[in-house]
């Protein structure tokens, strides 16, 4: 027996070693980048007539964007990179230059016709790219190759998502000089990677082409602008997913290039709220295998007409030969909000809600029968019920989910109790018994009897660091709520933890505390509050932090099943590997006499 067991041991500590190898190789490249775009040395990027490479990286910084997207030739003797790079790492700002080809080779659709072979291009591009990334190997992560070679290569009057919708001639001329950059690059930094980039639209036929022939490229890079819509509901074709056809192709996506089309540089906050959306929608994307988002462009540029002149987030006013900053435009102040004051404590930036509108904590719907207060502090929202000496309820948040038994809901809160302010019961307290504070995640029947209504709740222990969860009735009646699992006791306050409330369709509601499984309980027909938080039983003297509430549909939220997603929530990650070690060695195998 002894022998089985410490086999059994070293099989899971074998088992961990590699799933922790497998998590840290995935998770190095977790972290979602946000970059801005850029044009060094043109215009007002020009340090001796504009802003310095150091002010340009201030404002990438100060956006709250850590990556700058350029493009340069680096051509040997006059390389931009020679003081691009260096001015980027004093400033910690990671680069993704966009290197054209060997000027020699303009225009490329006449490559042919003017004596090239593919061959020579090919050689030609590779020997460029190769000196460039021996040059910079390390300094480099990704290399970005010719920016948008779909567009020269498409048949007038195409969608682009059909092979025959491309010029054959033109396509082997793309190809020969991307599989050249490609192969070179590789070949003088095999430690960085290499991005391939379209003009977006439905142009995925050219990936197809470039697959078939040869381009060996590590990142799926598109652009996307507002007139093209909304990446993963595009309405011209039906809602179409054009990011889960993208994430396909086992690459990592990146959006190299997005913004609001401005003609004249007219302040329209509808430009705005689209980009934002967009970086949201990219961003919930990230654990199937989007990785970055990209703005275009970082300043505006006054020599450039109509549209091309009014990309920038910062407005740059001309005085004769040289440039000065106008004022950060209202998308640059919205973006930086996104990413940088609502980060949330675990790092990430957006949060969703029923509604599909981003939770802003500064924005809550603060609704009070009494002296609701909710204040922000260090990124979290506060939440306090207020009571003594007058028994007041309060709540934060309620957003009505339509519930039946065919629909399928879930509701999420990330929070932790405030040791301070969690006190004792109030003195005239209806039901002193039930020790019920703060309600979480509740969910009623709004006009019904209270035995159809049901709540999720913080309960006192006899220990002043802990409190537990239980489950039960309220508003008159007598149903002691009772702790829903052996997992939902002795929790400690001042702690994060994460509950989430699956209502299933069949009639029960299912319980998860970070991401185990607490049991299930029967749900009812009506209308739910599914998102109120707050007392609204006379109970005092409680308090919380709340890092974000959402909810939706987990149903019809994942693009597909996948086997070792144990939790159900589309990812396959650290929770799964929670529910698959609470469950380690258990069996449920009737003819097995040693199974529960």
């Known amino acids: 027996m002894f022998n089985v067991i410490e086999f059994k041991i070293r099989y899971l500590c074998g088992f961990l070693t590699v799933w922790t190898c497998l998590c840290y190789s995935a998770m190095g490249n977790e ?7 850029g044009h060094p040395g043109s215009g007002p990027y020009n340090e001796a007539r504009g802003l310095t490479l150091s002010e340009q990286f201030g404002l990438i910084k100060e956006v709250g964007c850590s990556w700058y997207r350029f493009d340069v030739f680096a051509v040997a003797g006059s390389d931009e990179l020679d003081s ?4 980027a790492e004093a400033n910690g700002v990671k680069v993704l230059p966009m290197v054209y080809p060997p000027v020699e ?11 090239w072979t593919l061959e020579q291009i090919y050689n030609t591009c590779y020997n460029h790219a190769y000196s460039v990334a021996v040059k910079w190997k390390g300094k480099v992560e990704v290399w970005d190759m010719l920016n948008e070679p779909d567009g020269w290569t498409i048949l007038a009057g195409y969608h682009g998502d059909q092979l025959y919708q491309y010029d054959a001639t033109l396509i082997d001329i793309a190809a020969a000089i991307l599989r050249g950059q490609a192969d070179g690059f590789h070949a003088g930094d095999p430690n960085a990677r290499v991005s391939l980039n379209t003009g977006g639209w439905f142009h995925y036929g050219f990936v197809d082409h470039m697959i078939s022939h040869g381009v060996n490229f590590d990142i799926l890079q ?3 602008y507002d007139n093209m819509g909304r990446i ?3 309405a011209s074709r039906g809602n179409y997913n054009l990011l889960a056809k993208l994430l396909s192709y086992n690459k990592p996506v990146w959006i190299g290039e997005s913004n609001a089309l401005n003609s004249d540089g007219t302040y329209d906050p509808a430009d705005e709220a689209w980009l934002i959306e967009q970086m949201s929608i990219v961003y919930k994307y990230r654990y199937r295998g989007t990785e970055a988002y990209f703005i275009y462009e970082l300043l505006d540029e006054p020599d450039l007409a109509d549209i091309q002149g009014h990309f920038g987030i910062v407005d740059m006013e001309k005085m004769g030969s040289l440039y000065t900053i106008g004022t950060r435009k209202p998308v640059f102040y919205r973006t930086q909000n996104s990413l940088v004051n ?11 809600v029923f509604d599909g509108v981003n939770f802003n904590l500064t924005k809550w719907n603060v609704v009070s029968t009494g002296a609701g207060i909710l204040e922000v502090a260090s990124g979290n929202a506060h939440f306090q019920t207020r009571g003594a000496p007058n028994d007041q309820d309060a709540y934060i948040v309620s957003k009505p989910v339509s519930y039946n038994g065919l629909t399928e809901t879930a509701a999420e809160i990330r ?3 405030d040791s301070s302010i969690f006190g004792p019961l109030s003195d005239n307290d209806t039901h002193p018994t039930l020790n019920r504070q703060v309600q979480l995640l509740t969910g009623r029947n709004a006009g019904g009897a209270g035995n159809q209504e049901y709540a999720v709740s913080l309960l006192q222990t006899a220990n002043a660091s802990e409190f537990s969860l239980g489950w039960g009735c309220y508003f008159g009646v007598v149903n002691p709520p009772v702790v829903l699992a052996p997992g939902a006791e002795n929790l400690y306050r001042d702690t994060w933890y994460t509950l989430v409330l699956h209502h299933r369709n069949d009639g029960e509601i299912e319980f998860f505390l970070d991401g185990v499984s607490l049991g299930r309980r029967i749900a009812f027909a009506g209308l739910a509050e599914t998102l109120f938080v707050g007392d609204a039983s006379g109970n005092v003297g409680a308090g919380l932090y709340v890092d974000y509430i959402r909810a939706g549909n987990p149903t019809t939220s994942c693009i597909s099943e996948l086997p070792s997603d144990l939790n159900h929530d589309c990812y396959v990650d650290f929770s799964d590997l929670s529910v698959f070690l609470l469950q380690w060695m258990q069996c449920t195998d009737p003819a097995n006499i040693n199974c529960e």
Do not use: M, N
């Not at 972290?31 to 775009?37: E, S």
């Not at 691009?84 to 001015?87: D, G, L, T, V």
């Not at 609502?342 to 969703?352: A, E």
């Open 31 to 37: 972290q979602f980048k946000w970059g801005v775009c």
């Open 84 to 87: 691009i790079i260096p001015a």
């Open 105 to 115: 080779l303009r225009p490329y659709e006449t490559l042919l016709t003017r004596g």
């Open 222 to 224: 598109w652009h996307w």
């Open 232 to 234: 993963d509901k595009v």
């Open 342 to 352: 609502s980060k949330h404590s675990d790092g990430s930036v957006f949060k969703d």
């Open 415 to 417: 929070f932790k109790v």
